[in-house]
């Protein structure tokens, strides 16, 4: 196992984004439970570790706690909002509940310019804060490093034993120089290297995949995305023909889908493809069932039955590949323990039947979804595979709200591909939306068309910016592709007299909408 920063998830919204950060500054990182071991930590070479913010005040009982030989273990600890004030009761401070918790922006003011922390950040800058408590007291060594207007110690340090808190969340873009500070952290006072990078990965993910295979068959699971892409072809660099490649077209695609899909494969990536149309089972499972949670599993195990049949006909297929990454491992259960709910199960991860047929290749699990891009351009993928937006693996099913029939599917898929085709003329828009769909809601309304009333569906818009799909905000896109979207959709997609746009950021909404 390579060198890790260790972050201790107390249950904060912002764990993964502490993650993606720390592999943007090349460093690699990984989110595990807030009680795990130091035991358990130790013999996963730990090198460093970041306690994550929380909702619960340390004041109450039975607060998030954790195993006290982490603080004296003498690696470099940097405890962010709750991680920080955790940090400080266990090594003596005093701590206070305040009668207004302080959210939202403030101005930091930095104190020992000296401290590794702050190196190259400005003397005064805007902060992120989150907090209910407050330190009045340093613990035993520790120096107040910083201040805002209402916090006295809003942040905190002891060289000597390289122990850091900070009070507000450096993560997030909001915190003017959060990225400068966790850098500081992470290369200066705990003396890491710049080395995750895709590029050092790919010889040991092959060495990797060639000792757990050997000379057995796999079968790789196709879905038409970047995940499975990369996935398949990092598995086919390793073990070449001993890899065949199942595409299910289970009838919830894009519209054209499934054969521009096969051509990438075949034609461009050379991967052995067996194509399955199992769209009348998917659908016939499907029928009735409008419970978005009970709808990924049922895609999710339905998948598990076609491959399982398809290596039946392939003597010695013990393996399947499935492009899992990280946010579907830590959305199926979150890391947090007792401080996190699940999210969502992923057709991949908490969808999988337990008297499975054969062992699981996942070798894109530690990565996120940028990650994958960048390790899909290593690998010499085509840009348009590559760059291709995310789609998930329950397909259309997750973007038609309520009951899934042939006639709802259509309506949704046509005017999905009316968003796509307009933002993807759509040159011009900076930031270029990441990524952009319609979803079929279960209403219907009155309205007026060709002098009759009708009483149609609803479709809404989504189109969101982001880096990995953690967070996102709403695209503004202009107003007047706004209008030809919704006109065209009106026009040409029967069924449909009404268009809304979704504004809703991530958090607190998710991308799709279930």
């Given at each position: 196992?390579?060198?890790?920063?260790?972050?201790?998830?107390?249950?904060?919204?912002?764990?993964?984004?502490?993650?993606?950060?720390?592999?943007?500054?090349?460093?690699?990182?990984?989110?595990?439970?807030?009680?795990?071991?130091?035991?358990?930590?130790?013999?996963?070479?730990?090198?460093?570790?970041?306690l994550s913010g929380g909702p619960e005040s340390t004041l109450v009982p039975d607060a998030p706690d954790l195993d006290p030989a982490i603080l004296t273990s003498g690696l470099p600890i940097l405890g962010i909002c709750y991680g920080m004030q955790?940090?400080?009761?266990?090594?003596?401070?005093?701590?206070?509940?305040?009668?207004?918790?302080?959210?939202?922006?403030?101005?930091?003011?930095?104190?020992?310019?000296?401290?590794?922390?702050?190196?190259?950040?400005?003397?005064?800058?805007?902060?992120?804060?989150?907090?209910?408590?407050?330190?009045?007291?340093?613990?035993?060594?520790?120096?107040?490093?910083?201040?805002?207007?209402?916090?006295?110690?809003?942040?905190?340090?002891?060289?000597?034993?390289?122990?850091?808190?900070?009070?507000?969340?450096?993560?997030?873009?909001?915190?003017?120089?959060?990225?400068?500070?966790?850098?500081?952290?992470?290369?200066?006072?705990?003396?890491?290297?710049?080395?995750?990078?895709?590029?050092?990965?790919?010889?040991?993910?092959?060495?990797?995949?060639?000792?757990?295979?050997?000379?057995?068959?796999?079968?790789?699971?196709?879905?038409?995305?970047?995940?499975?892409?990369?996935?398949?072809?990092?598995?086919?660099?390793?073990?070449?023909?001993?890899?065949?490649?199942?595409?299910?077209?289970?009838?919830?695609?894009?519209?054209?889908?499934?054969?521009?899909?096969?051509?990438?494969?075949?034609?461009?990536?050379?991967?052995?493809?067996?194509?399955?149309?199992?769209?009348?089972?998917?659908?016939?499972?499907?029928?009735?069932?409008?419970?978005?949670?009970?709808?990924?599993?049922?895609?999710?195990?339905?998948?598990?039955?076609?491959?399982?049949?398809?290596?039946?006909?392939?003597?010695?297929?013990?393996?399947?590949?499935?492009?899992?990454?990280?946010?579907?491992?830590?959305?199926?259960?979150?890391?947090?323990?007792?401080?996190?709910?699940?999210?969502?199960?992923?057709?991949?991860?908490?969808?999988?039947?337990?008297?499975?047929?054969?062992?699981?290749?996942?070798?894109?699990?530690?990565?996120?979804?940028?990650?994958?891009?960048?390790?899909?351009?290593?690998?010499?993928?085509?840009?348009?595979?590559?760059?291709?937006?995310?789609?998930?693996?329950?397909?259309?099913?997750?973007?038609?709200?309520?009951?899934?029939?042939?006639?709802?599917?259509?309506?949704?898929?046509?005017?999905?591909?009316?968003?796509?085709?307009?933002?993807?003329?759509?040159?011009?828009?900076?930031?270029?939306?990441?990524?952009?769909?319609?979803?079929?809601?279960?209403?219907?309304?009155?309205?007026?068309?060709?002098?009759?009333?009708?009483?149609?569906?609803?479709?809404?818009?989504?189109?969101?910016?982001?880096?990995?799909?953690?967070?996102?905000?709403?695209?503004?896109?202009?107003?007047?592709?706004?209008?030809?979207?919704?006109?065209?959709?009106?026009?040409?997609?029967?069924?449909?007299?009404?268009?809304?746009?979704?504004?809703?950021?991530?958090?607190?909404?998710?991308?799709?909408?279930?």
């Amino acid at each position: 196992m390579p060198p890790t920063v260790f972050i201790l998830d107390f249950g904060a919204q912002y764990s993964q984004l502490i993650a993606r950060r720390t592999r943007e500054l090349g460093v690699y990182c990984e989110i595990v439970p807030f009680d795990v071991s130091w035991t358990a930590l130790q013999a996963r070479n730990a090198v460093a570790i970041i306690l994550s913010g929380g909702p619960e005040s340390t004041l109450v009982p039975d607060a998030p706690d954790l195993d006290p030989a982490i603080l004296t273990s003498g690696l470099p600890i940097l405890g962010i909002c709750y991680g920080m004030q955790l940090m400080a009761r266990h090594l003596g401070a005093q701590l206070v509940k305040l009668d207004h918790a302080e959210y939202g922006p403030a101005t930091l003011s930095t104190q020992h310019p000296d401290s590794q922390l702050w190196f190259d950040v400005p003397r005064d800058s805007r902060v992120w804060m989150s907090h209910g408590d407050s330190v009045t007291k340093l613990p035993a060594g520790f120096v107040e490093l910083a201040s805002t207007e209402r916090c006295n110690v809003a942040a905190m340090g002891d060289a000597a034993r390289k122990l850091y808190g900070v009070q507000f969340h450096p993560e997030v873009v909001h915190t003017q120089a959060g990225r400068t500070i966790l850098a500081n952290f992470l290369h200066r006072v705990a003396g890491l290297p710049s080395d995750w990078k895709m590029e050092n990965i790919v010889d040991g993910a092959i060495a990797d995949i060639r000792k757990q295979v050997g000379n057995d068959k796999v079968i790789c699971a196709l879905s038409g995305g970047v995940d499975s892409a990369v996935a398949a072809t990092l598995v086919a660099r390793a073990i070449g023909e001993q890899l065949t490649c199942v595409f299910v077209d289970h009838g919830l695609l894009r519209k054209d889908e499934a054969a521009g899909v096969l051509a990438a494969f075949r034609d461009v990536l050379h991967l052995n493809v067996v194509a399955v149309d199992a769209s009348e089972r998917f659908l016939s499972k499907l029928e009735g069932v409008e419970d978005p949670e009970r709808k990924r599993i049922i895609i999710g195990h339905e998948f598990i039955a076609v491959f399982e049949e398809e290596a039946a006909k392939i003597p010695g297929v013990k393996y399947l590949v499935q492009g899992t990454l990280y946010p579907d491992v830590i959305e199926s259960k979150t890391p947090g323990s007792k401080a996190g709910h699940k999210i969502k199960s992923h057709h991949n991860v908490g969808g999988l039947p337990e008297n499975m047929q054969f062992s699981l290749i996942e070798p894109l699990r530690s990565l996120f979804k940028d990650e994958v891009r960048a390790l899909g351009r290593v690998l010499g993928l085509p840009e348009h595979i590559v760059a291709r937006q995310p789609f998930p693996g329950p397909g259309m099913a997750v973007r038609v709200i309520g009951d899934i029939t042939r006639e709802r599917l259509k309506v949704v898929t046509e005017a999905d591909a009316i968003v796509r085709d307009e933002i993807d003329r759509a040159t011009y828009l900076q930031p270029f939306p990441w990524q952009y769909f319609a979803v079929l809601t279960p209403v219907r309304s009155v309205g007026v068309m060709g002098d009759g009333r009708t009483y149609a569906n609803l479709v809404a818009v989504r189109a969101i910016t982001s880096e990995d799909g953690m967070t996102a905000d709403w695209a503004r896109l202009p107003h007047e592709l706004l209008e030809r979207i919704s006109t065209r959709i009106v026009n040409e997609v029967q069924g449909v007299n009404r268009v809304a746009y979704d504004i809703t950021s991530k958090p607190p909404a998710t991308v799709e909408w279930e």
